[in-house]
């Protein structure tokens, strides 16, 4: 079974950054895609950011020049580091990812959650 653990959440005042992390254990072959999505209160869960293996990035609008998703393929490991930080980016962030087990074929999963709030 597949794991995938969130850390690096906390409160921070408007203005400040976080790091997030989320490593995958377990018997995976590879990763291929990797994301985080957030989760206010009484809303949906929206993506904020995606990875390829290779690199390739997306932003939502609302985070494009403030957050950077990265990787460590090697840790299989995801990072977002979150940068001038707002109020309306409070939010339960979720860890995500594509994975390959040995011996079985790609799923999607998800991490528990990392809270993360953004005082003003």
């Known amino acids: 079974q597949v794991q995938l653990v969130e850390s690096g959440g906390g409160l921070v005042q408007s203005g400040g950054s976080l790091r997030l992390s989320c490593s995958a254990s377990?018997?995976?072959?590879?990763?291929?895609?990797m994301g985080w999505y957030r989760q206010a209160p009484g809303t949906q869960r929206e993506l904020v950011a995606t990875?390829?293996?290779?690199?390739?990035?997306n932003y939502e609008d609302s985070v494009k020049g403030r957050f950077t998703i990265s990787r460590d393929n090697a840790k299989n490991t995801v990072y977002l580091q979150m940068n001038t930080l707002k109020p309306e980016d409070t939010a339960v962030y979720y860890c995500?990812?594509?994975?390959?087990?040995?011996?079985?074929?790609?799923?999607?999963?998800w991490g528990k959650g990392t809270l993360v709030t953004v005082s003003s």
């Open positions: 377990g018997r995976i072959f590879s990763i291929n895609a």
């Open positions: 995500n990812a594509d994975i390959t087990q040995y011996g079985t074929y790609l799923m999607n999963h």
């Open positions: 990875i390829t293996r290779g690199g390739s990035t």
